[in-house]
């Protein structure tokens, strides 16, 4: 996808060369870029709460905790 063969001189990575190898590849291939309304919301939370919980607001029946022992 990207030509990376000018990014590399002397051993050492050119960072702007780099830059433009990534933003040639994403102009050629608009798919790759990520929308506005992607980005907007910084950090996204994805899964469950880690609580036994689907949604962070209601309990799980179907999650086994310690506290359903007798």
């Not at 000018?6 to 291939?29: F, Q």
């Amino acid at each position: 996808m990207a030509d990376f063969s000018a990014v590399t001189a002397d051993g050492k990575i050119n960072a702007e060369k780099l830059t433009e190898a990534v933003k040639k590849v994403l102009d050629d291939i608009p798919a790759l870029k990520a929308k506005a309304s992607e980005n907007a919301g910084g950090v996204q939370k994805i899964g469950g709460d880690g609580n036994g919980t689907s949604d962070g607001t209601k309990p799980n029946s179907s999650i086994f905790t310690h506290a359903d022992e007798g």
